[in-house]
């Protein structure tokens, strides 16, 4: 490979030997010969050599005052292809935990591709976000990156103005590990990533739509700050019809018009997400903010409870569906909530799932083929304890807050506070579950204070 960055060697000899050293890098023992023989330079001058022939030896990876080389456009095509090979080595050798302890944050080749954020060079750029967004592989390297160093906010600027696929895709990856601690959370939000990110959400390649939703859910999960931002009017005139339309309604709308399932699942997660957060003991300790967000939480989305629906409806994620009836459990717990709830009932879909659920019903999907079966049924058994406590709560909430608009829901009501609740269920199932009946239903009476227990 060091030969290929010989200034003199033909285009076309380069290129073939950068195809034959990317072949070899393919294999981990390689890869990490690049670390420890400190050679991961070599791959990274040969792409800045791609665009300008006059980078100085002194600094191979100096992107300042580039000065592009002439290039027709089969020579281009084929650079292109050659640089992605040699990010694709670089993405596998950056995701080995020697790297990370091989190249602190301060480190010259680091703060060289931190530069490479800022360049207009697309293939650059998202070399950079992927590099980079594999060493963020900790929280202590994040909060650094974005408390410290503010990388976060060039990040977000790309998502405003870049039209590049492939650098909106490594930008995302990027963000995406960013937020995962609490402590970044408010951070990436103040930087206005919200709606920086909603310009993907509609109209956009599938695979960015979905990536973006997703990092959005990343963003808000945990924060109420974050939250109370989605949750925000779109215009602050109140004589603009924006004005009671926020970034979720944009959300709930691409729910409702989507048929990309991953896509529907990480909206429907995200109204979970914000059932959390606004029953949780951080909302409660300021009641005036969080009666303002309830209040625009069901108001300002009619019908904030369809994506949940679909969490509850569905039996290909058991983890899911959980997350599901938690989450419309805590809806139902006010007026407004469970008129939501109550709506999303009507449907035989959702309704007749939820009969399953409290009498201790596992849908035959999940029965499995017979191959370890002992530890799916275990699996299984919590899983439905945790389900039937909530799916319990949720009628015990709703007759409590709309009793008398749900007639229905009077006999599962009953059966539900039952203590044999459930037999009927377990006997149609193995006999082996039967044993395990009283234990399941020893938490039939569980507080619903207790409901943040049940969460996946």
Request: a negative charge; charged letters at 25%.
């Amino acid at each position: 490979m060091e030969q290929s960055s010989e200034p003199d060697l033909d285009l076309y000899d380069r290129i073939s030997l950068v195809n034959a050293a990317a072949a070899y890098l393919k294999h981990e023992r390689f890869q990490k010969l690049l670390i420890t023989e400190n050679l991961l330079e070599v791959p990274l001058a040969l792409i800045v050599r791609s665009y300008s022939a006059q980078v100085p030896p002194s600094a191979p990876l100096s992107v300042t005052n580039l000065i592009p080389t002439a290039h027709d456009q089969e020579e281009e095509a084929q650079l292109t292809v050659m640089r992605g090979q040699l990010i694709q080595s670089l993405s596998d050798v950056s995701a080995l935990p020697e790297f990370g302890a091989s190249f602190p944050l301060n480190s010259p080749l680091i703060s060289s591709l931190v530069a490479w954020l800022f360049v207009p060079q697309v293939q650059l750029q998202t070399c950079a976000c992927i590099v980079l967004g594999n060493l963020a592989s900790s929280d202590a390297v994040c909060q650094e990156m974005v408390q410290d160093r503010d990388i976060h906010r060039p990040l977000i600027a790309k998502l405003r103005q870049s039209a590049d696929t492939q650098v909106l895709h490594s930008t995302m990856g990027f963000l995406k590990n960013l937020a995962l601690p609490s402590e970044n959370k408010d951070e990436l939000g103040e930087a206005e990533i919200i709606p920086a990110v909603s310009r993907f959400w509609d109209g956009t390649a599938p695979q960015l739509r979905f990536g973006a939703v997703s990092l959005t859910r990343q963003v808000i999960n945990g924060s109420l700050t974050n939250i109370e931002r989605l949750l925000a009017p779109l215009s602050p005139d109140p004589e603009s019809p924006a004005h009671e339309r926020t970034y979720l309604s944009l959300l709930l709308l691409l729910f409702a018009k989507s048929d990309d399932v991953p896509t529907n699942v990480e909206i429907a997660r995200i109204v979970a997400s914000i059932c959390r957060g606004l029953n949780s003991s951080g909302a409660a300790s300021d009641p005036e903010s969080q009666g303002e967000m309830l209040h625009r939480f069901y108001n300002f989305h009619p019908n904030v409870a369809r994506p949940l629906s679909m969490m509850v409806s569905q039996s290909r994620w058991p983890v899911i569906r959980s997350e599901g009836w938690f989450a419309l459990a805590l809806m139902a717990r006010s007026r407004d909530g469970s008129a939501a709830v109550s709506d999303v009932l009507q449907q035989v879909e959702v309704f007749g799932p939820l009969v399953e659920t409290i009498m201790g019903r596992v849908p035959l999907e999940e029965e499995g083929d017979g191959s370890g079966r002992e530890q799916e049924s275990e699996q299984q058994k919590v899983m439905k304890a945790k389900d039937r406590d909530n799916a319990r709560v949720l009628v015990g909430e709703l007759l409590k807050n709309r009793g008398e608009d749900i007639v229905s829901l009077q006999d599962l009501f009953v059966r539900a506070r039952s203590p044999n609740a459930g037999e009927e269920g377990e006997e149609e199932g193995d006999d082996d579950d039967d044993d395990d009946e009283d234990e399941d239903d020893d938490d039939v009476d569980q507080d619903e204070d207790d409901e943040e227990e049940n969460e996946e």
